[in-house]
């Protein structure tokens, strides 16, 4: 299954438009994890499995998208994306929260759980 990749445009229609405002608004009606990526970063290519898989048992209880940080440099740097890959968590109330690094499924199951309010 092939993740949906986010441009700017993208992101603001379906996660977030930080030109419309500061305060986080989600623009979205299903929790998301959103992975920030290069295609150089070893790490990134551990996670992207991962996430497809993920995407796959979950189906539409989340959407989870990828921005290639390398070709959406704005995006990155509204988010201050310094390493990579960076994963934000969104949930469909409250704030997204950040976590770095290549994680393991079972970090990302719980992540899940826990931050998106979102089980199996």
């Not at 441009?7 to 419309?20: D, G, L, P, S």
């Amino acid at each position: 299954m092939k993740l949906e990749h986010l441009t700017n445009e993208t992101f603001k229609t379906k996660i977030f438009n930080y030109e419309a405002s500061k305060d986080w608004k989600f623009e979205g009606d299903t929790p998301a994890i959103i992975d920030f990526y290069a295609d150089w970063c070893a790490p990134c290519k551990v996670v992207a499995p991962i996430l497809e898989e993920l995407q796959e048992e979950y189906g539409d209880k989340i959407n989870i998208y990828k921005v290639n940080t390398e070709e959406q440099r704005e995006l990155a740097s509204v988010f201050g994306i310094q390493s990579i890959p960076s994963l934000l968590f969104v949930p469909k109330e409250g704030q997204p929260q950040m976590a770095m690094g290549s994680l393991p499924k079972e970090t990302f199951k719980q992540a899940i759980t826990e931050v998106l309010s979102v089980s199996e």
